[in-house]
């Protein structure tokens, strides 16, 4: 029997694959389809309910089709859309937000927002964080997308430029399973890790290259937001896009609006991205974090910093007992796996009027502002921010209301 069919595709998955329909009526996922293109496809894997191909030829491309800069698109599994022009990247994830509204929270018109840009205009250069894999060559690369390959890369377009110097140094490391690049884009601070133990004489000679390799988890860098200095331990999380982050905080700050007399939650608050700039504007701010180094940070930061901040060292769904009934304002920046429905009940029930979501996970979110809708919130504004240019992950921030 046949796998090879010509079709039309119309959608975008929320996973990044251009959606089509077989013969059979079936879905089919495209990895590098347009939705608008009719093209030649393989499948490759088959279900009772849907599909996967291979893209073989596209018969008829979309007009937003462009060549990917990048000579590792077609094998790299990290930039998934950089044969779709970006402004159609940002447009798509739009639509994607909406979709994921729609299905999971239930909201016919969901209001989102046009995505937002950041960074360079032509979306690289961007990340401030990366973890490459090492082949048994000791090639620092990629894994080829859906297997454990290492694809060796030699140069990446998206790394910001402080960081793509220090991976484009980087001699074959024999011994070493990851490498961890990390910078301050603003204060120009950088970290190489490495998982696994260097051969003696490529440590040197990375040493020799300018770049100095220590053991994972170790050390720390600094970044600025806005005016504020963080402090960023090697183990913690902080966003890979620096003026990203930015825009997040902005965006979280306009929906939230905190005031003087306002007690605010800052729930999943990591190092304080959040938490120092609504300290400056709340009259108390409760951060809750449950992560070690990100909790030292985030204490760091409060001591510094010389206000109203009160640190809740547990994980979120343990924290309920240390808060008030009631507070005035939530912020909440959950893992991808979102909230959940019971702590998005339990922040329901502190009557906040106002909650923000950051999201990186459009479906995350759906099921998210799922929940609340169902505890009294009403959802009144969702914009993507696009931390991720060239990929279809997307960051939102949705603010819902007590009804």
């Not at 090879?4 to 975008?12: E, G, I, P, Q, R």
């Not at 924290?319 to 304002?329: E, M, N």
Request: net charge negative.
């Amino acid at each position: 029997m046949s796998t090879t069919f010509d079709v039309d595709l119309h959608a975008m998955a929320h996973g990044g694959e251009a959606i089509g329909r077989l013969p059979d009526g079936r879905a089919v996922f495209v990895r590098g389809g347009i939705p608008g293109e009719r093209v030649r496809i393989d499948v490759e894997h088959q279900k009772k309910r849907w599909a996967r191909a291979r893209l073989v030829e596209v018969l008829e491309p979309s007009p937003d089709r462009v060549e990917p800069p990048c000579p590792f698109a077609d094998d790299c599994g990290g930039c998934q859309w950089q044969h779709i022009a970006l402004d159609r990247q940002r447009v798509l994830k739009r639509e994607i937000l909406r979709g994921q509204l729609q299905h999971l929270a239930g909201i016919d018109d969901p209001p989102v927002e046009e995505v937002r840009a950041v960074g360079e205009p032509d979306g690289f250069g961007y990340r401030n964080h990366v973890a490459l894999s090492v082949d048994d060559q000791g090639r620092v690369g990629y894994l080829r997308a859906g297997s454990h390959e290492v694809v060796p890369v030699d140069h990446c377009a998206v790394l910001h430029p402080l960081l793509r110097e220090w991976h484009e140094a980087l001699p074959p490391l024999p011994g070493v399973r990851k490498v961890e690049l990390r910078v301050g884009t603003r204060t120009a601070q950088r970290l190489a890790m490495t998982r696994g133990r260097p051969d003696a004489a490529a440590a040197d000679e990375a040493a020799e290259r300018g770049v100095p390799l220590v053991p994972a988890g170790t050390g720390e860098i600094t970044e600025m937001v806005g005016t504020h200095k963080l402090r960023i331990s090697s183990k913690s999380f902080f966003q890979v896009n620096t003026d990203g982050a930015e825009a997040l905080v902005e965006l979280a700050l306009e929906m939230l609006d905190p005031q003087p007399e306002h007690t605010v939650v800052d729930a999943y608050a990591g190092v304080g991205l959040f938490t120092l700039p609504l300290a400056e504007r709340a009259g108390r701010v409760l951060s809750i974090e449950r992560h070690p180094a990100a909790v030292r940070d985030l204490r760091h930061h409060a001591e510094e910093a010389k206000t109203s901040i009160h640190v809740i060292a547990t994980d979120v769904s343990d924290a309920f007992a240390q808060l008030p009934k009631q507070v005035d304002r939530v912020l909440a920046d959950p893992p991808r796996d979102g909230l959940g429905a019971d702590v998005a009940r339990s922040l329901a029930e502190l009557q906040p009027s106002r909650i923000v979501l950051v999201a990186c996970d459009p479906a995350a979110l759906g099921r998210d502002v799922g929940s609340l809708v169902e505890h009294g919130f009403r959802l009144e504004r969702v914009v993507g921010v696009d931390l991720f240019p060239h990929t279809f992950h997307v960051e939102a921030v949705a603010l819902l209301s007590a009804r």
